[in-house]
């Protein structure tokens, strides 16, 4: 499977499960920045993907990052990676 292959899949799965949980962005109160991220994990070729953005009040972005990783051993690993990359 292509790596690009691989992106979609995890593209497919986040937005089925965020169709199923789809949440209101609240704004952060005055000056506060508020950071959301998430991560996706392929079990069989031991990859995960994370994506951290930030927002300030007025919903402007003010940070987008998203990663590749590989040998990553499990759910739980990939979880980590991603809020250590957020932190």
Partial sequence: MA????WGELYSATVSSLLC???????PMGT???INFD???NRQRDRSASCIVARDAER???VLKSENHE???S???AEAIVS???V
């Fill in 75 to 77: 759910t739980f690993a």
């Fill in 21 to 27: 949980t789809l949440v209101e962005w609240k704004k």
């Fill in 39 to 41: 991560g996706a994990y």
């Fill in 60 to 62: 402007e972005v003010l």
């Fill in 84 to 86: 250590h990359r957020a």
């Fill in 32 to 34: 506060i920045i508020k």
């Fill in 3 to 6: 790596y690009s292959s691989f």
């Fill in 71 to 73: 040998g990553v051993p």
